[in-house]
T-cell receptor
Framework: LAKTTQPISMDSYEGQEVNITCSHN???????ITWYQQFPSQGPRFIIQ???TKVTNEVASLFIPADRKSSTLSLPRVSLSDTAVYYC?????????FGKGTSLLVTP | GAGVSQSPRYKVAKRGQDVALRCDPI?????LFWYQQALGQGPEFLTY????????KSGLPSDRFFAERPEGSVSTLKIQRTQQEDSAVYLC?????????????FGPGTRLTVL
């Protein structure tokens, strides 16, 4: 069973900022939070990973508060091509535990 | 190659047939993983190789499932006597080293349909 909880689906318009929140109340000291993106008919693709505070790369930002019981993936100015399923993972080992993810639909 | 490749991309099998799914990981990647993704679900872990050694097969759903990586590069997932519940997308992933937080790179998957 997935250790994290995230919304099943979200909708957004092009150009908006999208924030997807994930709950991981039982996170362990050694766990990292990792987000993957999956397009239809493709395998998941790594987006970003963090332990605490804020991490930013060319694709997204990841905010993790001090208690680490939740995290927020922020996608700035989404486009139609950002329509995908986004998975929040609480990594405790090499076997990734994906859950059902959040299906993001971006419309014009 | 530039990424993980899998073949075939689509496979249709009659119930009871054996199938073999191939994975070519990124050159030089030590670790290789197989996942199963049912429709509308996230991928679920099946098995893990470090070079040619199968270190974890705890996710294989039954003894009809068998995976190998004899030379530490290409891997094959074999399913014997396929059943309808085996219908799913089978994803292969590889990572450079065996580090817990190392990024896994996924292939496009093989969609298996058992009739």
């Amino acid at each position: 069973l997935a250790k994290t909880t995230q919304p099943i689906s979200m909708d957004s318009y092009e150009g908006q900022e999208v924030n997807i929140t994930c709950s991981h109340n039982n996170i362990a000291t050694n766990d990292y939070i990792t987000w993957y993106q999956q397009f239809p008919s493709q395998g998941p693709r790594f987006i970003i990973q963090g332990y605490k505070t804020k991490v930013t790369n060319e694709v997204a930002s990841l905010f993790i508060p001090a208690d680490r019981k939740s995290s927020t993936l922020s996608l700035p100015r989404v486009s139609l091509s950002d329509t995908a399923v986004y998975y929040c993972l609480q990594e405790a080992g090499y076997a990734l535990n994906f859950g059902k993810g959040t299906s993001l639909l971006v419309t014009p | 190659g530039a990424g993980v490749s899998q073949s075939p991309r689509y496979k249709v099998a009659k119930r009871g047939q054996d199938v073999a799914l191939r994975c070519d990981p990124i050159s030089g990647h030590v670790s290789l993983f197989w996942y199963q993704q049912a429709l509308g679900q996230g991928p679920e872990f099946l098995t893990y190789f470090q070079n040619e050694a199968q270190l974890d097969k705890s996710g294989l759903p039954s003894d009809r499932f068998f995976a190998e990586r004899p030379e530490g590069s290409v891997s094959t997932l074999k399913i014997q006597r396929t059943q309808q519940e085996d219908s799913a997308v089978y994803l292969c992933a590889s990572s450079l080293v065996r580090v817990r937080t190392d990024t896994q790179y996924f292939g496009p998957g093989t969609r298996l349909t058992v009739l």
